[in-house]
């Protein structure tokens, strides 16, 4: 690599979709390493606890369920940690850590040999996680440019949806066939590769230099960041609820076989896919119009895979609505984020994935509980819509509380279309 120059250098535009790309490579891992579990749920159940999926397996995969929950605590836990401590980093270099971290979790994931040690490892992978696409996406929006921010968020988390494409069904068909622990060693392979595309294509950018990890914290002060933090840790819920165990409900409900699930897991990385393209361009326009809007797509497709999920057609194009939804509410939502949180950049940027991964744990949970009590593999679909209705409360009051401090003439912390910080080639 060439050394650092003086000053900012302009990047060419095949320079800067080099680097969005590697950094998109990282968000394909993380999806792959994320959601790749929810496919193999049953395989995981069989090696892990075969006294209890002898007796029960339903019992077995609900209680398998708590990896999923461990990596989404892992995730609340190290977003907002990493990004507070580290926010003075440069972003590159911090960025390549956060890899290596990853690469290190996963390969422990694959080869720990009780379940207990592969929940611990399933939550140190995931420390990284949220600290990793927080400040990819400041990067991200710094190489865009001006007015779009949501675009340059929702650039990075395309390497997320498209995991759920190719990346999760591909890896969930070699676990079926190879062993759970074969899909977690691959997933650790596309680490390693995306710390090198970073170490080589990603543009060296400094950090904050007047970051401090008090100055950070501040975002937690402010009551709208709470509502949106809450927006996404309970109204995201209602996808992870019914996600974390698409496979017993396609083999279970749908009557499909298991081979099938795969092919659930594309439609839904396709909705995905459109959703957080869609969502990115939305939340440029208007975070509020986009945040309901999505939220109501999200109920109706709920509704929809309640009442259809017996049939293939009904669970799959339920599923692509229901996934699309909730991936255009990502980026809306960590714009929300960036954008009540002041100077706070960095924890903002990376809280988000805090919120949604608060999702992730308690909509596994509470689906888990709802099948374990003996409700089936529908009643986390209730779930899901009661936990989508308290989002859209939520995203109501914190609106409202803006058009009141608007008429008062009061600040309402909102900050838009920050000019990006300098970028320059090392």
């Known amino acids: 690599m060439t050394p650092l120059l003086d000053g900012p250098t302009k990047l060419s535009s095949a320079r800067i979709r080099l680097a969005l790309l590697a950094l998109a490579l990282g968000g394909f891992g993380i999806g792959s390493t994320e959601f790749v579990a929810m496919g193999l749920l049953p395989n995981i159940a069989h ?5 209890l999926y002898a007796d029960s397996p339903t019992a077995a995969n609900a209680q398998a369920g708590w990896i999923i929950s461990a990596y989404a605590l892992g995730v609340v836990v190290g977003a907002p940690t990493i990004a507070a401590f580290a926010a003075r980093w440069p972003r590159k270099k911090l960025i390549l850590w956060l890899l290596v971290a990853f690469t290190v979790g996963t390969i422990a994931s694959a080869v720990a040999p009780t379940f207990q040690l592969v929940m611990l490892a399933r939550f140190i992978s995931a420390l990284p996680h949220g600290a990793y696409f927080g400040i990819a996406s400041l990067v991200a929006a710094s190489l865009m440019g001006p007015g779009k921010r949501g675009r340059g968020v929702a650039f990075v988390l395309s390497g997320l949806t498209i995991a759920n494409v190719i990346g999760v069904p591909t890896i969930t068909w070699i676990g079926q066939h190879n062993g759970w622990r074969i899909a977690y060693l691959v997933v650790a ?79 839904a990385g396709l909705g995905m896919t459109v959703g957080n393209l869609l969502g990115g361009r939305a939340a440029d326009q208007s975070v509020k119009n986009s ?136």
């Not at 090696?47 to 006294?51: A, G, R, S, T």
Request: hydrophobic share 60%; proline share 4%; glycine share 8%.
């Open 47 to 51: 090696d892990l606890l075969p006294q």
């Open 291 to 426: 945040m309901l809007l999505f939220f109501a797509i999200l109920l109706v497709g709920l509704a929809v895979l309640w009442l259809t999920a017996a049939t293939i057609v009904g669970l799959l194009v339920s599923v692509f609505v229901v996934s699309g939804a909730c991936s255009a509410l990502s980026p809306t939502i960590q714009t929300r984020l960036m954008d009540v949180a002041h100077d706070s950049q960095s924890i903002a940027a990376a809280l988000n994935h805090s919120a949604l991964n608060i999702a992730n744990a308690s909509g596994a949970a509470l689906g888990g509980l709802t099948i374990a009590a003996g409700f089936g593999y529908l009643s986390p679909i209730v779930v899901g819509a009661v936990l989508a209705v308290a989002g859209i409360l939520l995203a109501l009051l914190s609106f409202s509380i803006d058009r009141s401090r608007e008429r008062r003439g009061v600040d309402t912390g909102v900050v838009h279309a920050q000019r990006p910080d300098p970028v320059s080639v090392d």
């Open 189 to 267: 392979a596309i680490f390693a590769l995306t710390f090198v595309a970073v170490a080589f294509l990603v543009p060296w950018q400094a950090g904050n230099a007047k970051a401090t990890m008090r100055n950070e914290l501040r975002a937690f002060t402010r009551l709208q960041v709470w509502l949106a933090l809450a927006i996404g840790a309970i109204g995201f819920g209602g996808f992870f609820a019914v996600y974390t165990y698409i496979a017993p409900l396609v083999t279970t409900v749908t009557g499909m076989p298991e081979a099938t699930v795969p092919f659930v897991l594309v439609v």
